[in-house]
């Protein structure tokens, strides 16, 4: 099985931490979004979406974070507490990753897009009105999390980890790269992300999220890619 990846998008740690806890075999390929290898003629062949993650399994070839995980969980038969069976555990879990999209993960991947790329793209900062708007969006997406969906829970679905709390926890720390701490100020936010790394394995945590923090030659590959007035127009449109 291949999986193809830039971990640092979200979903691909999603998809990745997942595999690698599960101790699930595949061969990594990279696919590096900041030099456009998404729009290459080879993947295109593989994915008409031209996103990532992406799962090669023999012919069978599947997109989308959360299918891949879920074809993945069956396919190997994972604990139960993943992706509960139980009916109304399974209802909550369907309900957390309907939810997260155009809530928790456009306003976390916001924050990224604005502090990170926005001034590469645009030579430009962002407005300060403009960015404690979409600070203010994440953060109130953060008390939703927690008022809503975690409330005295160890975990999102009940007292075990699923891949709920997984999903989430990949797209708060996404900002963190930009100098941006989303659970500063949020103990019971703290204690349940600590929680989640111990059940993953720290190092290897911290290790798949440490892409965040060497962004190495980023700068200069979004500047050459050729696609770059795409981008320009895109990042017009998170001021609007």
Known sequence: MELYLDLLSPPCRFVYLF?????????????ELASGQQYSEEFGKLSVVRKVPVMKDGSF????????VEYLAQKHSVADHWCPAELQQRARLTEYLSWQPMNLGLNCSKVFLLRALFPIIMDTEVPKDKMDEVL????????????????EKPFIVGDKISVADLVAVVWILQPSGTGVDLFEGLPKLQAWRDRVKKEIGEKMFDDSHGVLSKPGNLPQKMKEHKNLEMFRARMEKLLR
């Open 136 to 151: 203010a969006d994440a953060k109130q997406s953060l008390k939703l999390l927690e008022d809503k969906f975690l409330q």
């Open 19 to 31: 595999a690698k806890t599960l101790k699930i075999p595949f061969e990594f390929k990279l696919v």
């Open 61 to 68: 070839v599947l997109t989308e974070s959360v299918a891949i």
